[in-house]
């Protein structure tokens, strides 16, 4: 059941990223590599990629070093500490600056919305529990670290920011920096969160 459920949630993600792909990079007047660029250069593009390959790589190369690694209750929690992130900055803090429909509508929905739920749902049911430590939470920002600095040397090297929110030139360095730390403290305090649930709820997986 659980392979079955991480196949069919990974597709519908995929079908999400699919219309995202579509609608940012093959139906623009943009210049197909400044689309690409454009459209992976996003946190919740990149973040929703990695659940795909999370919910596949276990089941359809479980034998693989990837799939393995992918597997680990610890990797699987982090996941689902980027995607809440990624649900909480867009629904909190960008959901207002727009109004799609059609296409976009349906992809936002899904790799929004679909997607952190999906996730959330099977850590809940499926993922090993009473395997986590508080001593893993700093392991896991170091993606969410890697990307900031991504986004820092892409913005001062061409003065394109993928989020207006850490747009330094905009803002002010001060102001962007600001918002990497509050970030941060976000993703440590939901990884701290899912350490302690993890601890008290019991294993089905």
Known sequence: MRDSFRLIAGGIILFGL???????????EREFLTA???HFSFLTILTNWLIVFAMFFPVLAKDTKIGMFL????VRTAVLVYIIIVALGYHLL???????????????????????LLVLFE????????????????????APLVY???????????????????????????????????FLVGYTLV???LVAIDKVIPSRG
């Open 36 to 38: 690409l660029v454009r």
């Open 191 to 193: 990884g701290c969160l």
């Open 148 to 182: 900031m600095a991504y986004c820092v040397l892409r913005g001062e090297m061409t003065g394109n920011y993928p989020y207006d929110l850490i747009n330094a030139d905009k803002r002010g360095h001060a102001a962007a920096f600001a918002i990497y730390g509050q």
């Open 123 to 142: 850590w809940l049911v499926f993922s090993r529990k009473k395997s986590l430590s508080f001593k893993q939470v700093p392991f896991w920002l170091l």
């Open 71 to 74: 597997d680990r209750p610890g």
């Open 94 to 116: 960008l959901a207002h600056l727009f109004n799609h429909g059609g296409l976009d509508r349906v992809s936002d929905f899904v790799i929004h919305t679909v997607a952190p």
């Open 18 to 28: 699919g219309l995202s792909f579509y609608s940012s990079v093959l139906d623009t």
